[in-house]
């Protein structure tokens, strides 16, 4: 019984210590002299490049992997991992069809309220992605492979680390101040100590839902990424400066997570 409670502490700690390599990122924020329209273009496409290679190798490989486990099968794997992402992209489509416009406004010199909406999208599908990827370590140290367990938890704090950029950046782009957009972006990297919790503690019941919850998350993020950061990126004069900040992006989540994945 000890054992087990020490199990579920240690899958506890180490996603929330991932989940904290969220603030590290975020901390970034106040390096930031000025926002031009220049910089928040390229910053936000190569957010967008993180999380585009964030959701398939963070996310449907894994997803897969866990089905396979499961079924024994890829094509069965696969298909609960494609369920899971059109849920998770249906769930974005359904929040972006309702998001009040009056609840982020901030004025008649701010930005206008479309592209607020599209920043908060863009956050709400970053934090939906934490708590997946908090189960995946904590499932990980109940599994019993404290090394595996620990080696995850690493790579996923390092991952964590643009991402936490990312928000605050994203946040900052609509006049927020440095400290709130440093602060939100610690609050969505604290799903993961959450998802933590419930995969060291239930792992009997996180572990089959793993294929459908990590497929959830990377469908949510494939539907901002596509129908509101890209087309946001595209609209000014930085469009080749916005293509490669997102291929950016992408490559150093691709590294990161085929080194320490």
Do not use: C
């Amino acid at each position: 019984m000890l054992e087990e409670v020490n199990v579920v502490l240690l899958g506890a700690t180490a996603s929330l210590l991932a989940g904290l390599g969220t603030g590290v990122g975020a901390l970034g924020v106040f390096l930031v002299r000025k926002l031009t329209p220049q910089l928040q273009d390229g910053m936000l496409s190569a957010a967008a490049g993180v999380m585009l290679a964030a959701s398939f190798f963070s996310l449907l490989l894994p997803g897969i992997k866990y089905g396979e486990e499961l079924t024994g099968a890829t094509w069965s794997a696969s298909l609960m991992v494609i369920a899971g992402l059109l849920m998770g992209a249906g769930l974005l489509f359904g929040i972006h069809q309702r998001l009040p416009h009056e609840h982020f406004t901030l004025g008649r010199e701010g930005p206008e309220s479309a592209r607020i909406r599209r920043i908060w999208l863009f956050i709400i599908a970053i934090a939906l992605h934490n708590f997946p990827e908090g189960m995946a370590v904590g499932v990980g140290f109940a599994g019993g492979d404290i090394g595996n367990g620990t080696a995850l938890a690493l790579g996923i704090g390092l991952q964590n680390i643009p991402e936490g950029l990312a928000v605050a950046v994203s946040l900052l782009a609509i006049e927020h101040s440095r400290t709130k957009s440093f602060f939100i972006a610690v609050l969505t990297g604290l799903l993961e100590p959450v998802g933590g919790l419930f995969g060291s503690a239930m792992v009997w019941l996180a572990e089959p839902i793993m294929p459908w919850t990590l497929g959830f998350a990377a469908g949510a993020m494939l539907f901002i990424i596509s129908d509101e950061i890209i087309p946001e990126t595209h609209r000014g004069q930085f469009k080749t400066l916005a293509t490669f900040s997102l291929l950016g992006g992408f490559v150093v989540m691709m590294f990161l997570d085929a080194t320490l994945g």
